[in-house]
């Protein structure tokens, strides 16, 4: 046995500052006090070593760690880089204590630990063995209390590769233990494995390991389907695009050419949301995971891999800008202040009080300006502040909804934003004043000279009033009862009495045209 794996054995590898810090004793012993004879029945059966990031947790941890550290200090991105300039083990530590980092809402893959606990019945060592710091997998191994002991990433030594099939080596000898991995990174450990098991597996990665084992077994996974992509770039929240269409119908621009350029101006601002939507998922999984009904998006719960999240960011913001040089000058520049006010919201904004409800109803009417960029017009002031007070309400709804079911869930307040559960009748008094003030603003544009020269009928435009008033304040009620969505404009487009009142309001508006 070599002298590596007998001190393993007596210290189970914690970190001094972990033993010292969470009080983490193992046993101790010298070897003289220890035969040989039981040290050698402590390697027998095989011991079972198991890698962390995309085997046994379906996420990455560095990346985790990074988004987590760049959404709370964006201005960590300069140390960051730096760090990196260091060495990936340096960049490991920098980011070895995320202030939100809870190994109880790690998405773990069951039949990895449905095997773990197979092989602790069969008493069996079993060990956690990860690129991931030291900090964060004695963490996840102190929470799931499954290991023998771990190997991992120090502040100098990146434990990946070659470097982790050393370890082991050193450890338990060639043959001398069974292997879970998942990628290429894991290919140098398989070869010193006397078993190996592979999950999530590229194909390119699953030839290798065939020519290189002979003993493989595939572990069973539910691959991404366009489903589950689906869920991803949130191609249900594309109906909030609908509003460039506003301008070309109030203006009743009708002509083929200024239907194409809101079509691709639809198409930019989608394409463009979705890019959005993956950064800020990114930005947001810790929380996400902590939420009641957000834990279900396919980062948070491990469905889409992390690494080809970020590969799909960059694809999606070009082919967003594509399309916009295909529209006018004017869009491209609405366009690219969505981009950077959204991008904002991701890092920022959102864990500011009041600030993230006022970014939320700007980039609803910067849709509008958008649209209205697409055809060549400009859009009523009138209508913009109608815009802003409107879907400043619905955003306070969506906040007010948050607080009601972190209240019933009995859940603590969100670390994530800048609300607490305190806060639930102020909120909701600002959603109700918003949307009073909204319509307020719908009557005096019904009364402008603006409405005087586009709409024939503008007096029909008084009708759509009361209706709007109905709505928002059922809006208001089913939130202040717990039956809201979490957004109120995906339910509106769910919700039938809501979809009749759209449908109402139209025929006002059309019947003004």
Aim: glycine share 6%.
């Amino acid at each position: 046995m070599s002298e590596l794996h007998r001190e393993f054995l007596l210290q189970r590898e914690f970190p001094p500052e972990l033993r010292e810090d969470d009080r983490l004793e193992p046993t101790h012993a010298s070897p003289s006090a220890v035969g040989s004879e039981a040290l050698e029945t402590l390697l027998q059966p095989c011991p079972l070593v198991v890698d962390l990031d995309g085997t046994l947790v379906r996420s990455d941890l560095l990346i985790e760690t990074a988004f987590a550290e760049l959404g709370r200090h964006p201005h960590s991105a300069v140390a960051l880089v730096k760090a990196v300039c260091c060495g990936k083990a340096c960049l490991k530590h920098r980011l070895s204590q995320p202030a939100d980092f809870d190994p109880a809402f790690l998405p773990y893959d069951e039949e990895v630990v449905k095997v773990i606990r197979a092989a602790r019945e069969e008493g069996r060592s079993i060990y956690l063995a990860s690129a991931s710091h030291e900090r964060l997998v004695a963490a996840v191994a102190k929470h799931l209390g499954l290991f023998d002991g771990w190997f991992a990433t120090s502040e100098t030594t990146n434990c990946a590769a070659d470097v982790k099939a050393g370890k082991l080596m050193a450890a338990f000898g060639k043959s001398g233990f069974d292997y879970i991995g998942n990628d290429a990174a894991d290919l140098p450990v398989w070869r010193y494995a006397a078993k190996s098991y592979a999950i999530r597996t590229p194909p390119a990665v699953a030839q290798k390991l065939a020519l290189q084992c002979a003993d493989v077994q595939y572990l069973p996974y539910e691959k991404a389907t366009w489903r589950t992509w689906a869920r991803l770039l949130r191609l249900h929240q594309y109906v909030k695009n609908g509003l460039v269409f506003i301008p070309l119908l109030i203006n009743q621009l009708f002509d083929v050419n200024s239907l194409v350029s809101t079509g691709l101006a639809f198409l930019a601002f989608s394409l463009c949301a979705s890019g959005v939507y993956i950064l800020n998922d990114l930005v947001d999984l810790q929380d996400d995971r902590g939420h009641r009904t957000k834990c279900r998006r396919p980062l948070a719960c491990g469905d889409i891999p992390l690494s080809d999240a970020i590969a799909v960011i960059p694809i999606l913001l070009l082919l967003s800008l594509t399309v916009a040089v295909m529209v006018t000058p004017g869009f491209v520049l609405v366009l690219g202040g969505y981009f950077a006010l959204t991008t904002a919201y991701s890092f920022f904004f959102k864990r500011r009080m009041i600030l993230d409800v006022v970014a939320l109803a700007s980039l609803y009417t910067t849709r509008v300006i958008g649209g209205a960029a697409a055809v060549s017009v400009w859009p009523s002031p009138w209508l913009l502040a109608f815009m802003m007070s409107w879907f400043l309400s619905l955003a306070l709804v969506k906040r007010y909804t948050e607080l009601i079911g972190r209240r019933a869930a009995r859940l603590p307040d969100s670390k994530g934003r800048d609300y607490r559960k305190a806060d639930i009748g102020m909120v909701g008094a600002l959603a109700a004043g918003a949307g009073m003030n909204a319509l307020t603003l719908f009557a005096l544009y019904a009364a402008s000279e603006n409405a005087q020269d586009i709409f024939a009928r503008p007096g029909m435009l008084w009708l759509v009033g009361p209706i709007l008033a109905c709505w928002i304040a059922r809006i208001l009620m089913l939130a202040h009862r717990g039956q809201m969505h979490d957004d109120p404009v995906v339910f509106a487009f769910k919700d039938k009495v809501s979809l009749a009142t759209l449908g109402a309001a139209s025929l006002f508006v059309l019947a003004a045209m």
